[in-house]
């Protein structure tokens, strides 16, 4: 008789359990530790430690017997493969103008995005140099074998899947770009583009002071969203694509800034 627990090895991962918990909190707004439990086939002892991790990381509040999505989830950036799931006809055709601004022999930057994931999934197989911290992109970029891809290394953002840090910005330093290509967590007009995440924030400034275009690829569900952390103001940007739901008095104020502004349908 085999000596394996079947609750244990019916179990799922850390990774899987906390995405399921994600997708659950999303659709209830609440999760019990007693439902969870046995949802995973796991102790309540292990669930607990779950949701510990989570309201460390700011995404919910603990109650008696279970835990609620923190008030304040806006500052919280959900793991990519949740976001590359979400807005995705809008980011289809930012992307799908994005693709036209690049060149046969440019070096672009591309930040860790699910909308620059979704460009490079697009790319054609053609003379390139791709810059990015993203082990996402770079995984995606391994087959075309005309594209030069710099990964940027340094310290791993599991949720991100991508590299920051000191040692990551260092790196950036010693190199020059065409054209960075990037999203964000939230954008206004006032307080410019933000993240939650003062690491990822710290590197794309990086990028920016080596790149001669920047080019920010976000739809219009992110107007008005405030993060935690500013990285640049909106009049510091070249080129902004975006869809058709951003406000006409928000195009023509970005125009006023020196701005272009690409609406796609």
Do not use: W
């Amino acid at each position: 008789m085999s000596s394996k627990n079947p609750r244990r090895q019916d179990a799922l991962s850390a990774a899987q359990r906390k995405m399921e918990t994600l997708r659950i909190l999303e659709a209830e707004g609440t999760v019990r530790v007693s439902g969870l439990s046995r949802r995973f086939n796991v102790t309540e002892e292990t669930i607990r430690r779950d949701l510990e991790r989570l309201e460390l990381e700011g995404i919910v509040v603990r109650t008696h017997g279970g835990a609620v999505f923190n008030r304040n989830r806006e500052q919280y950036e959900s793991p990519a493969i949740q976001r590359e799931t979400q807005n995705i006809e809008e980011k289809k055709a930012i992307v799908e103008h994005a693709l036209s601004l690049i060149q046969p022999g440019d070096v672009i930057a591309l930040d860790a995005s699910t909308t620059c994931l979704h460009l490079v999934k697009q790319l054609p197989n053609r003379p390139l140099t791709v810059l990015t911290y993203s082990l996402a992109i770079a995984n995606e970029l391994v087959p075309k074998t005309e594209i030069n891809v710099i990964l940027i290394g340094g310290y791993l953002d599991r949720d991100s899947m991508a590299n920051t840090g000191i040692h990551a910005e260092k790196m950036v330093e010693s190199y020059h770009v065409d054209k960075f290509l990037f999203s964000c967590h939230g954008f206004d007009l006032t307080r410019g583009l933000t993240e939650p995440s003062e690491a990822h924030v710290q590197l794309k400034k990086k990028i920016i002071e080596i790149s001669d275009e920047l080019i920010l690829l976000t739809d219009s569900s992110k107007f008005r969203r405030k993060s935690l952390v500013r990285f640049m103001g909106m009049e510091d940007l070249n080129r902004f694509i975006t869809d058709d739901q951003l406000p006409e008095e928000a195009i023509h104020e970005l125009e006023e800034m020196g701005v272009q502004v690409i609406v796609v349908d």
